[in-house]
């Protein structure tokens, strides 16, 4: 019965942060007077030169948008405990976003605001999903680390007021996000960090290039110039050269003031970042291409190594460095496995509370005693491909628990008696094959109070058996029964 629960399981659909790709049709110009496609285009190359900063350039100028898009996606409820759902002011209105919620220690905190990559402008449970160490978008290495994090939302997004703009409006709102950030109690002002990766890292990029306010700003795959990103999606005026100008970090690269550092991997956008080095002689811009990685390869160590950076960025004035060996050192660390954002769930009927992983929901089987728990998503990872279920019973004699562990032991098990947070438990582990030669690992928690008792039973394929444990021991850990209801 487990194992044909487990395989309905994998209808779950699936979710994952947007990537960006290059899907348009027609070439567009670049923000220097030519196409994509190299054929030289007449255009005000010197557009840039009239302003004294591209704050100023980007304040005076006024986009034309060609199509209003928007979307009123909600915003999923955050973990209790882990953000808060807010609301921040901006030039459009109210916009939402995730933020850490006060540690209340009375203590000043750095916080570090996330842009994830795509268009969409919304956020959604993203930031706590199952990181993926090969494509983690996440942005979940700085709360694991316990660093202060801010996810916001964009004009357009989660039914917020305006449109996309298309990297150039969202420049706006990002700065809106350091003031609602630096206006929180328990946040350092003087410390507030800004990072992305794709699309967010050349929002980030525009960012530093427009304010100092950030103390140092990381961008993980940022384009040079916009015709780079998915022109398939831009809502502004293509006819008008400014409106590249104005989109494109690389005209502005002077403009920055805050350390800003530019990580990708060589086979994403590293000939984006490389041109941005060979432009700008500042020397508050570091770059580093990595070898044997990709776009999305880079984000799981780099941003590991980031977060321990930034709170080590202790001083007046920051002091944070990265060079090529420490990047190439993260890079070749084993991968981890973090255990994912954790909730309680209640089943009052049985007295029972427990955590688990965020995004498992709770839905009934046809054993009117069981309930499976697992993951709304199907994810190659141990996160979305466990299961848990639980099974009420009443035991059936008063040294039943022993009587359990000894048939554990006669049918494969290794079992042993417990005490689990003052009740007397059975803890037993296995190994489970299926008709078709797949192996499953299997561990079995049974305990009860009084003549109330409850199995969890996990499940996780074996290629997660080591991940999925700690997952299923964290749960078990936090495990309450109380007085039989």
């Given at each position: 019965m487990f194992l044909g629960l487990l395989a309905a399981l994998l209808t779950v659909s699936c979710g994952a942060p947007q990537t960006d790709k290059n899907t348009g049709s027609a070439p567009p110009k670049t923000a220097s007077g030519q196409t994509k496609n190299g054929q030289a285009e007449p255009g005000p190359s010197d557009f840039a030169g009239?302003?004294?900063s591209f704050a100023q350039a980007h304040d005076a100028f006024t986009t034309t948008l060609t199509r209003e898009e928007n979307n009123d996606y909600s915003v999923p409820a955050p973990p209790e405990g882990l953000f808060d759902l807010v609301s921040y002011p901006s030039k459009v209105g109210d916009l939402a976003a995730y933020v850490s919620g006060d540690p209340g220690d009375g203590q000043k905190h750095p916080l570090i605001i996330w842009?994830?990559?795509?268009?969409?402008?919304?956020i959604d449970d993203f930031p706590w999903v199952y990181p993926n160490w090969d494509n983690d978008q996440t942005g979940s290495a700085f709360w694991q680390a316990g660093l202060l994090t801010m996810y916001p939302s964009f004009r357009g997004g989660n039914g917020n007021p305006g449109h996309y703009e298309t990297l150039f409006g969202e420049v706006d709102d990002i700065v809106s996000a350091y003031e609602y950030a630096a206006s929180l109690p328990y946040v350092d002002p003087d410390r507030i960090y800004l990072g992305g990766h794709s699309t967010g890292a050349t929002r980030a990029l525009l960012a530093s290039e427009y304010t100092d306010r950030f103390r140092a700003v990381f961008c993980f795959g940022a384009?040079?110039?916009?015709i780079y990103h998915n022109n398939s999606q831009f809502t502004f005026d293509t006819d008008i050269e400014e409106e590249y100008i104005m989109r494109s970090p690389i005209h502005w690269l002077d403009n920055i003031k805050s350390p800003t550092f530019l990580i990708e991997g060589r086979d994403g956008n590293s000939k984006n970042l490389e041109r941005m080095l060979e432009a700008s002689q500042n020397d508050n811009i570091q770059g580093w291409v990595i070898e044997g990685a990709d776009h999305f390869s880079v984000l799981a160590p780099a941003?590991?190594?980031?977060?321990?950076?930034?709170l080590a960025d202790t001083g007046k004035t920051p002091n944070i460095t990265l060079t090529q060996e420490e990047l190439d050192a993260a890079m070749a660390q084993p991968p981890s496995a973090p255990l994912?954002?954790?909730t309680p769930r209640t089943i009052e009927s049985l007295g029972l509370t427990f955590s688990c992983p965020y995004l498992w929901e709770i839905t009934p089987t046809e054993d009117d005693f069981q309930l499976a728990v697992y993951s709304r998503y199907e994810e190659d990872n141990?996160?979305?491909?466990?299961?848990?279920?639980?099974?009420a019973y009443t035991p059936e004699e008063d040294n039943y628990l022993h009587t359990l562990t000894e048939y554990l032991a006669q049918n494969g098990f290794s079992a042993e008696e417990i005490t689990l947070n003052g009740l007397p438990a059975v803890d037993g582990a296995t190994m489970l094959q299926s008709d078709d030669g797949e192996t499953f690992y299997q561990r079995y928690i049974a305990l009860q109070n009084g003549t109330t008792g409850v199995d969890f039973t996990f499940i996780v394929h074996e290629d997660f058996q080591e991940e999925g444990d700690a997952i299923f021991q964290a749960v078990i850990d936090s495990i309450v029964l109380g007085d039989e209801p």
């Open positions: 009239r302003y004294e842009v994830v990559g795509g268009w969409g402008n919304a384009a040079d110039e916009i941003t590991r190594l980031v977060a321990q950076k930034i994912p954002a954790m141990p996160w979305d491909m466990s299961v848990l279920y639980l099974t």
